[in-house]
């Protein structure tokens, strides 16, 4: 998903913020035409293609107070949660020291295997900054 | 989840309402205690038991404008979605009609699969009710 910059002004470095700010619909790639189909019809949103990362089809307004998107994968079909954050370091070590083990990496994504067994990606902050700021909580 | 009573005077039963309410952290009951620690833990939230229904343990406000809940399960670990309706009949044909498959019922709970493999349910308003209408899409 496109990145807004951030201005690190905003930000008090003695701490870091996180929250979560996407669901994934991850599709098998040869499952995602039909799969946009049904999402957009079922939510009655139309789908918007994201430029620069074919991978996502965006479903704008989908959930309240989510970005959510489908993700074209080379996988089984799963939904996943992202956490967005302004460092992506401390966020991984915190959510490794709660439990997760991380299992790979992907350009700015730390993708993490948390209790339970769950996805979970960690990346960097999409939203508009003064938003994350506003709803993201603050970790010592 | 606890049910609001509905009053069927608030709908126009020419038509049905439906929305995404609900993220279900589904998990393998052995793994519940450790689940319940880690997410309540890496959003900061304190986690909610819901009575009558020991299956789910609440996360209020782990994500905006999504109910959020875990639920122990004899299966493996997944995320969910439910869609909340005022007609459990007709929306889940709506969504039949767009290509899901009823896999089972529980309850008042339909469990249907969407079109590139994910688990929807289909469930009763569970929203109060104002709130559901405001935010509901309405389908013909």
Redesign the interface.
């Known amino acids: 998903m496109a990145r807004t910059p951030i201005n690190p002004s905003l930000y008090n470095r003695c701490v870091h913020r996180s929250r979560?700010s996407t669901?994934l619909?991850d599709?098998?790639l040869d499952?995602?035409p039909?799969?946009v189909?049904?999402?957009s019809?079922?939510?009655?949103i139309r789908p918007q293609p994201v430029t620069g990362e074919d991978q996502f089809t965006s479903l704008p307004g989908?959930?309240?107070?989510?970005t959510t998107a489908?993700q074209g994968v080379d996988d089984?079909?799963?939904?996943?949660?992202d956490?967005e954050t302004d460092d992506l370091d401390a966020e991984a070590s915190?959510?490794i020291g709660?439990?997760?083990i991380e299992r790979s990496r992907w350009l700015d994504c730390r993708i993490l295997q948390?209790?339970?067994?769950?996805l979970v990606c960690v990346i960097p902050v999409h939203s508009e900054p003064a938003e994350f700021v506003r709803?993201a909580?603050v970790?010592p």
């Open positions: 979560v669901l619909i599709v098998p499952q995602v039909k799969s189909a049904f999402w019809a079922a939510l009655g989908a959930v309240a107070g989510l489908i089984a079909p799963r939904y996943h949660l956490f915190r959510l709660l439990g997760a948390v209790p339970g067994g769950h709803a909580r970790w």
